[in-house]
């Protein structure tokens, strides 16, 4: 991925930042270390920058051409905790359960350090946290995956210090150095799997965490919506409009609500969306779409996800999944 692929989203200079880290570390220079990014060393510790995707990525690339050592990617994600990550992650610390906090965090996925999708599976005897890698380039992949697994272990053990590891799968061929994996994680990896995942201890999952309250977290999870929102800027009216609507999950708006948020009347709020070419169910369509996918990646269920959605009943979801994806929202989650 380059300065020139299709994805390139603002994110928080602080992943490029602590890569430069296990670089000097490993006795490379900053100057190195930067090389081809466009990036300077003052806007790495600028608590407030963003970068792109491709300057974190050439980064990256410069510290794995610059040391024969293997484990970068867990040395990198060693140093991950919910402050390194932004103030909304504190919402993890309030949430209700160490399930919902993972839960959440995969959600807003995309202001983290990861450029891997992750989702949460039930298994037989425990709970698997997948991270999934595909299309990222080959040369940085590993490490990608590496960083993903173990920073999303640190984050879940800053809530529940004792989460044990039960398993630990990876999807590459046994590196040098694999002793780390089972030094950091507590288990023996297997590798060449058919998926990377963490087996997490099922009995911890659901038991109600000691500092959780449901406004707080809210109240971070909402920072977190309005972050997401700053970074991919929807255009015109109707972006506007959209984003509004996914800034409440919880209460999708109805267009009476939503009129009211932009003080006008209904009238001129579908007006005003027809003039771009869209309608209010239409948006309204695209954001429970767009909410059902972040919720099923997360681990909700078919039922919890269509109620929190709005739908009077799991049927009415279901057919209109179906209608989106071509496929039950039973089967996504299991595939995703």
């Known amino acids: 991925m380059d300065k020139h692929a299709p994805d390139n989203r ?16 490993h006795g490379i220079s900053v100057r190195r270390l930067l090389r081809g990014s466009e990036l300077s060393e003052a806007q790495l510790r600028d608590s407030t920058a963003e970068i792109q995707t491709w300057q974190e990525m050439a980064v990256i690339r410069n510290l794995l ?19 390194s990550t932004g ?16 839960q959440l965090g995969i959600r807003y996925s995309e202001l983290t350090h990861s450029f891997c999708r992750m ?32 920073a999303g272990l640190m984050m879940y053990r800053a809530v529940v210090p004792e989460v044990p590891v039960t398993r630990l799968a990876l999807n590459y061929p046994r590196p040098p150095g694999r002793a780390r994996y089972a030094e950091i994680s507590g288990v023996e990896p297997v590798f060449d799997a058919a998926e990377s995942f963490a087996g997490l201890d099922r009995t911890l999952m659901d038991m109600p965490l000691a500092r959780a ?5 809210r109240w971070y999870e909402q920072q977190a919506r309005n972050l997401l ?19 409440n999950p919880n209460h999708i708006p109805s267009a009476v609500e939503t009129a009211a948020h932009f003080e006008i009347s209904v009238r001129s709020l579908n007006r005003r969306l027809t003039a771009e070419g869209v309608t209010f169910r239409e948006l309204l369509e695209q954001t429970r ?3 059902a996918e972040e919720m099923l990646r997360a ?16 049927a009415s979801f279901q057919h209109a999944f179906r209608r989106w994806k071509g496929i039950s929202p039973g089967r996504y989650a299991r595939t995703k």
């Not at 040391?67 to 919910?82: D, F, K, N």
């Not at 309250?213 to 977290?217: E, Q, R, Y």
Request: glycine content about 10%.
């Open 65 to 83: 051409e610059s040391s024969e050592s293997s484990g970068l990617g867990l040395e990198a994600g060693l140093r991950y905790t919910i402050v």
């Open 87 to 102: 103030a909304w992650a504190q919402a993890f610390e309030y949430c209700s359960t160490l399930r919902q906090a993972i």
């Open 10 to 25: 603002l994110r928080s200079a602080g992943g490029a930042a602590i890569v430069v880290d296990v670089g000097v570390d």
């Open 213 to 217: 309250n449901a406004s707080t977290a």
């Open 289 to 291: 779409e767009q909410l």
């Open 299 to 314: 681990g909700y269920s078919v039922e919890q996800t269509s109620r929190r959605l709005g739908y009077a009943e799991p």
């Open 119 to 150: 989702s949460l599976r039930d298994a037989v005897d425990d709970v698997e946290f997948h991270v999934e890698a595909d299309g990222l380039p080959e040369d940085v992949r590993i490490f990608s995956i590496e960083r993903s697994l173990c």
């Open 229 to 247: 929102g700053q970074r991919r800027p929807g255009t015109g009216f109707a972006g506007r409009t959209r984003e509004f609507l996914l800034d």
